[in-house]
């Protein structure tokens, strides 16, 4: 089993840490929660109940905080629910929190392992593909509050992720392929021939193929650790790792509350196809790039909620989103595969590009004409 698993550093010094990533990564827990006594256990509820004996076994019955699962446990209201808790156990500095879960359960996990006695020791467990190709290495840990996502948060790195893909085999289709989507931005930031693996490898990970999964776990997560060890606070390079999340995060926002909400892998995948079609605008990646991206995007059949795309609504919002710029919203666009550039774009270019994205999605729109913006060419015979 063991050599199954793939090690990565995420090279950051004295807090750097090792990610296990594959299938019996959880073997090596023992190993890397020997320094720290007690575990407290912060796990998502549907995931105790089906990974029960392993969470048991690592940690005792006492010390697992349980959490519901969703993304409205991301609240101040939970995170001071879970501090409470620790207070009342009276967990000491030497202590270590578990976080058994999704990206969810990560982000507040992590937050609140960052904040309790001013920080105490963090080991990640992610148990969905998307917290395991990206959530999990990185330190971003965050709740939400108001407007926004992640507005309130820090950053602080986990002691060490076990990334095991066993737990994949119990995760509905749909997470998984919002989970894909990620893993689709690291093959795009990493260049040509990884976009060329995932094109390859595309049908046995929709499958579940586990060899297949735990190459891309583990090809993500280098992507992740080396933009994280060259800008742990996101002050440049880092920034690249939010393509197609701008209008992600707005899509995702816009559909919560509704009964078409968008997983957060899938809002970004749409984004990523956002971000392919104002590449090609511009001239930087060729029509054939940009259709290998939507063939991507496509291939993966994400639910069918695209038509909650109104253009104002969506660039207000992405106006309110943390990264904008004085009237610019920002976006992370490819010169080529493997070549992301940040750039501020104008409304405009905006409402092309929708316009555009519309009708290659087949919603009926003309609004491209009404901008009177020039569409991006392309030769019929390379539609599917
Ligand atoms: N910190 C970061 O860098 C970062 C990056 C990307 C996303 N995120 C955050 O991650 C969150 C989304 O994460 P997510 O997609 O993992 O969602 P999630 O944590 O809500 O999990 C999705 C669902 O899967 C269930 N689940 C988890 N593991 C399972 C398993 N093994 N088997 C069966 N069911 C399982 C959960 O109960 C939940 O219902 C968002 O809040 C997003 O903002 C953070
Ligand atoms: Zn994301």
Known sequence: MSQEI??????????????????????????AAKDWRPRIAIVDENVLRLHHS?????????????????????????????????????????????????????DLGGFVAATYLRGVAWINVPTTLLAQVDAAVGGKVAVNRGPGKNLIGAFYQPRAVLSDTGFLATLDRRQMVSGLFEHL???????????????????????????????????????????????EREAGRRAFLNLGHTLGHAL?????????????????????????????????????????????????????????????????KMLQDKKRLGGRIRFVLLRSFGRPELVEVEAPEILAAHAVLGERMGLPTTEHQRTGLPTPKRHEKEWT
């Open 6 to 31: 793939e090690e990565i550093a995420v090279d950051l010094g004295k807090r750097g840490y090792t990610v296990y990533a594959g299938a019996g990564a959880l073997e090596r827990f023992p190993a």
């Open 54 to 106: 392993w969470i048991e076994k690592a940690v005792e019955p006492d010390n697992i905080l349980v959490i519901p699962p969703g993304e409205a446990s991301k609240s101040l209201r939970e995170f001071a629910r879970l501090q409470d808790r620790l207070i009342e156990l009276k967990v000491p500095r030497q202590a270590v929190v578990v976080t058994v879960g999704g990206g969810v359960t990560g």
């Open 185 to 231: 931005k690291h093959a795009l930031l990493t260049g040509d021939a990884a976009v060329r693996e995932l094109e390859r490898d595309f049908a046995a990970l929709a499958r579940g193929n586990p060899e297949a999964l735990t190459r891309a776990v583990a090809q993500s997560i280098r992507s992740e650790a080396l933009f994280v060890a060259a800008d």
């Open 252 to 316: 995702e926002d816009r559909t919560g509350a509704t009964e078409s909400r968008l997983l957060h892998g899938e809002a970004v995948g749409i984004g990523i196809w956002y971000a392919a079609i104002l590449s090609e605008m511009r001239g930087w990646i060729g029509a054939r790039e940009s259709m290998r991206m939507e063939r991507l995007v496509r291939g993966l059949r994400p639910v069918e909620a695209w038509n909650l795309l109104e253009p104002e609504a969506l660039m207000e």
